[in-house]
């Protein structure tokens, strides 16, 4: 309502009077008054010798005082648009040149009017940053290097993953079956490794996520289970084709407190479990060998943008049940100081994670350091990283010990670390990585068992024992090539040298006895041995394709 009074007062001043003004007589007189005279009108013009100047007087300070009234109006709203500067600053000639020097006098007494400065409006509670949004980490390992999602909705944000794979490998395998790697199954042929279709749900703080695994993801990720022998239901089938699948609720407080539950990828050796999203096809020990998902309750705590506290309560190291009725508990610390530095800190504990070693109790502590050391996108050379992790667990009860004691039981441990670097060259299109690792092993409780004649985690094989004090010990090196023409596919051509302490890599033989398996997984075949090296070297060639 004061708007629409102001602006009727503004149209009679500028529009109506003036025209009312020209039509008096007296107002016609004042035209012959000279400029000069003019000049020195002032509040003393109020004399009734001329009522022209006082009527003019009063113009101006009705002016005046229709501004003030729109400068509260502004700062009362926010909105209202300023008026036009020369209708604040230049007021609409009338006909008498006299009345015009006039209200220039005048207007030398009343200070220049400016728009009043904005009024800042603030909330009830502060904008909260993004976590880790303050800098692009496309370039992590483990991290994909998407910037663009081209088909997100508010609702919902879909992924689509395609990794198809072609290896060769030089021991020349006559199963074509590769033995040790829980990424890649097959040699000399053309497979898919993994089609996975899904995405995130998100809505009024609601989150659900869902990531389905077709292709030998689907059958080599479970056989690495043992927990599917304990009970009914087969669990191995019930989740074959789900790599992570996940419901929670995001609250608003700190900068987000995300819980979920279901099935979720592990962060546990710093590779991703999609090769899309990492620096080489074929990780190093500590990465292949540790858990790829978890299966339980998590609970996402971003004190910072900077930095993330994440317990889990979960089933067990990477399994879907519960190996002996004890869960594992678990913790991850991310902090990320910049855009240079990735530090991450994941530790396990409690869990009794032996199936058939009931006090049997698993420690782990996993630890990763990334950083950006180089970074010039005008040079064809554009940037550089380098990743460390170093990762140390024991086993401890039902026969087994952390450390060496009195009682001569055989010390259980896992050693192990990996070092990587990356370069890209113009404009990220190329990618160069060089790096390995190795682990030291003993009672191979973390070792993937070799599938020779169809042996899974749960049957074991008695051509390769996983029995305290058995020892293990391997390396591993690779140099990997990627072609990158697009942030939604990558051309990979990679070159893998891994060695082991004792015959564990799949020979010319292979692993698989004349005419299939026969039996019971992993059990004896009269007549059959296992062609097993203890070196491997192949190469990888692969087209990983992410939306």
């Known amino acids: 309502m004061q708007r629409f009074l102001c602006g009727c007062i503004r149209a009679f001043i500028f529009c109506v009077l003036p025209m009312t003004l020209a039509h008096n007589p007296c107002f016609a007189q004042s035209n012959e008054l000279s400029s000069a005279s003019a000049a020195h009108v002032d509040t003393s013009a109020k004399s009734t010798k001329d009522p022209n100047a006082n009527i003019l007087i009063e113009l101006e300070r009705m002016r005046a005082r229709i501004v003030e009234l729109e400068a509260q ?89 395609v990794d198809t794979s072609y290896i060769y490998d030089f021991n020349h395998p006559q199963d074509h079956t590769l033995v040790g790697s829980s990424e890649s199954g097959r040699t000399q042929e053309v ?18 996520s869902l990531m389905t695994q077709f292709g030998l993801y689907s059958t080599m990720t479970p056989r690495n289970d043992p927990t599917p022998g304990e009970g009914q239901w087969n669990l191995d089938n019930a989740y074959r084709y789900i790599s992570e699948a996940y419901g929670g609720y995001h609250f608003n407080v700190l900068h987000g407190v995300n819980v979920d539950a279901g099935i979720f990828m592990s962060y546990i050796g710093l590779f991703s479990y999609y090769n899309f999203d990492n620096w080489t096809y074929q990780p190093s020990y500590v990465s292949s060998n540790t858990p790829w998902f978890f299966n339980g309750v998590r609970m996402q705590v971003f004190l910072t943008d900077k930095l993330k506290i994440e317990p889990w309560f979960i089933n067990g190291w990477q399994s879907y049940g519960s190996a002996n009725h004890r869960p594992g508990l678990g913790m991850q610390v991310l902090w990320r100081p ?59 009860g039902s026969g087994v010990t952390c450390f060496a004691n009195s009682r001569g039981l055989p010390k259980q441990y896992f050693l192990g670390g990996m070092l990587y670097t990356r370069f890209w060259f113009n404009r990220d299109r190329f990618g160069l990585t060089l790096g390995g690792g190795g682990i030291d092993n003993p ?9 020779i004649n169809g042996a899974t985690a749960f049957s074991g094989t008695p051509y390769f024992t996983e029995n305290p004090g058995d020892q293990y010990k391997a390396y591993d090196w690779s140099t990997t090539f990627d072609y990158m023409p697009s942030q939604y596919i990558t051309f990979r051509t990679e070159f893998d040298r891994r060695g082991a302490n004792v015959p564990y890599f799949a020979g010319k033989g292979g692993v698989t006895p004349p005419g299939g398996n026969q039996g019971a997984p992993g059990s004896l075949v009269a007549g059959f041995t296992p062609d097993l090296r203890k070196t491997e070297s192949r190469i990888n060639l692969a087209i990983l394709v992410k939306f």
């Open 338 to 396: 910049n855009g240079k530095w990735s530090i991450l800190g994941n530790q396990y504990a409690v869990g009794r994670d032996a199936v058939g070693a009931p006090n049997r109790t698993r420690f782990h502590t996993d630890d990763s350091i990334e950083y950006k050391y180089y970074d010039n996108p005008g040079n064809f050379f554009d940037k550089a990283a380098f990743s460390l992790t170093l990762d140390a667990g024991c086993e401890s």
């Open 191 to 208: 497979q898919l490794q993994q089609l996975g279709v899904g995405g995130d749900f998100h809505y009024d703080n609601v989150r659900g």
């Open 73 to 161: 109006l502004r700062a009362q709203s926010g909105n209202l648009a300023a008026p036009n500067a020369i209708e604040l600053s230049q007021p609409q000639p009338l006909t008498s040149n006299n009345s015009i020097a006039a209200a220039s006098t005048l207007n030398q007494a009343i200070p220049e009017r400016t728009a009043p400065a904005p009024v800042l409006v603030t909330d009830a509670k502060k904008a909260v940053a993004e976590p880790f949004a303050f800098a692009d980490f496309t370039w992590l390992n483990g991290t994909s290097r998407e910037k663009d999602v081209p088909l997100d909705t508010k609702f919902f944000t879909p992924e689509i993953r």
């Open 443 to 451: 009672g191979r409780y973390l070792v993937l068992l070799p599938p």
